[in-house]
C-alpha cells in the first residue's frame, strides 16, 4: 500500500471510528457511570468483535454475508433487537450506586470484575450484531488495499482502524466521565441514562430499517 493512500485512508478511517453510534454511546455512558478506565477495558470487546469481522471481510466472507438475504435480514433484526432491549434497560436504570469499604475488598474486586466481563459482552453484542460494520470492511477497506500485497495491505489497514477506534473509545470516555462528573446529582444523572437509552433504542429501529446492499 502506497503512502500517499495510507495518509487518505487515515482521515477517513478516524471519521468512521467517532461516528456517534450504538458503540460510542455506551462508551459514553459507560465512562459517565464507571470511569473512563472501565469504559476503555470493556470496549475491548468491541474490538475482539472488530478483529473477526475483519479477518471475515479480508477472507471474502463478509461480501458472501452481505450477499445473502436471509443472513443478513437475520443479523439485522437480532442486532436491532439487542440494542432497543439495552437501551430500555439503560433508559430504566437509576443512578450507580458505590460502595467501598475495607473489609469487603475482596467483593468489591469480585464484582469489578463481573461488570467489567458483563460490559465486555454488551460491547461484543452491539458491534457483532451490526451488518453495517461487516459493510465498511467489506466496501470501505478494499478502496485502499494494494492488490500486489492483499494480505498485508488489509492487516495494515485492520490494525490501524482498531487502534483508531481505540482512540475514539477513550475521547467518548472522557466525554463520558466528564459528562457524569457535571451531572452531579442522582437525579440529573437518571436523565442522563434515559437520554443514552433512547438513543440506543433509536439506533435499533433505525438498524431494523437498514437496506441490504443491492449486489
Sequence with gaps: MSLQNFWLFLPACFALNMAFGPNNVLSLS?????GVSCSIIAAFGRLLAFAIMIAIAGLGMGALLLASEALFTALKFAGAAYLVWLGIKLFRSGP???SASAGNA???AEAAADKLRRLAKQEFLVAAGNPKAILIFTAFFPQFVDRSAYAASFIVLGATFLLLELAAIAIYAM???????LSGGASRFRWLNRISGAMMVGFGLALAFLRRPQS
Excluded: I, Y
Design 175 to 181: 466525554l463520558g466521565a466528564r459528562l457524569g462528573a
Design 106 to 108: 475482596g467483593a468489591d
Design 96 to 98: 450507580a450506586q458505590f
Design 30 to 34: 459507560n465512562g459517565a457511570r464507571d
